[in-house]
């Protein structure tokens, strides 16, 4: 099972995560299990394809996700609040890597394991 991700982590951990459900006469037992996960092909693909080039301000979005192991899109809400008018722009977003932390504008639901 899937408890989290296998290759893009959200919990500040760089590694890949499963669950393993076995059961006896006293229920499911899940054992949770990490192992590590070499990133490094998954950034050259991205600029091999010239993905934040492509994608704009979403692909490196995409990007911070996997360099940081944390979600990155409260970027979004952030942008709205702040600049509602404006659109995207790296401009942008570097303000907010500059200004904000990933937690400030993220769902509750990852505050889990800051």
């Known amino acids: 099972m899937n408890?989290?991700?296998?290759g893009v982590p959200l919990d500040g951990q760089f590694?890949?995560?499963y669950m393993l459900l076995n059961g006896n006469e006293r229920g499911w037992q899940p054992t949770f299990r990490r192992v590590p996960f070499d990133y490094e092909p998954i950034f050259r693909e991205f600029k091999r394809l010239g993905f934040i080039e492509?994608?704009?301000v979403i692909g490196q979005l995409c990007v911070e996700v996997f360099k940081t192991a944390r979600p990155q899109f409260g970027f979004l809400g952030w942008r709205k609040r702040h600049y509602p008018s404006e659109p995207l722009s790296m401009e942008l977003l570097t303000e907010y890597f500059?200004?904000?932390?990933w937690s400030e504008y993220a769902s509750?639901?990852?505050y889990i394991n800051m």
């Open 108 to 110: 509750k639901a990852y």
């Open 98 to 101: 500059d200004k904000c932390h």
């Open 3 to 6: 408890p989290g991700s296998v």
């Open 54 to 56: 492509e994608c704009g």
């Open 15 to 17: 590694t890949a995560s």
